[in-house]
């Protein structure tokens, strides 16, 4: 009867713990991937003073303003061009 009541517990106690390491795993893989997506912004050449980048399971979203209009399709491209991104979620707008 103990052997049962241990094996349950440690089973319990497993099962638990798993769900918290895959969010920290998944917590540094948002992290990356946005600084994936800064790092692609720099590269093509968006002006990202006033872009947030937020990243979850694979979704992109791009919050804040640019100067010009190409600004806005340029950084969408530049996010969706970055491997493990599965979709831009853009709320950028031209101007202040």
């Known amino acids: 009867m103990k052997a049962i009541i241990t094996s349950t517990l440690a089973l319990l106690i497993s099962s638990t713990m798993v769900p918290a390491v895959q969010a920290q795993d998944s917590g540094a893989n948002n992290s990356q991937l946005a600084h994936n997506v800064r790092v692609a912004f720099a590269r093509n050449g968006v002006n990202t003073s006033h872009i947030f980048v937020f990243a979850r399971g694979g979704t992109v979203t791009l919050l804040g303003w640019v100067d010009a209009h ?8 530049s996010a969706a061009s970055v491997e493990g991104v599965q979709s831009v979620d853009s709320w950028l707008a031209r101007g202040r």
């Open 70 to 77: 190409e600004q806005v399709a340029l950084a969408e491209r």
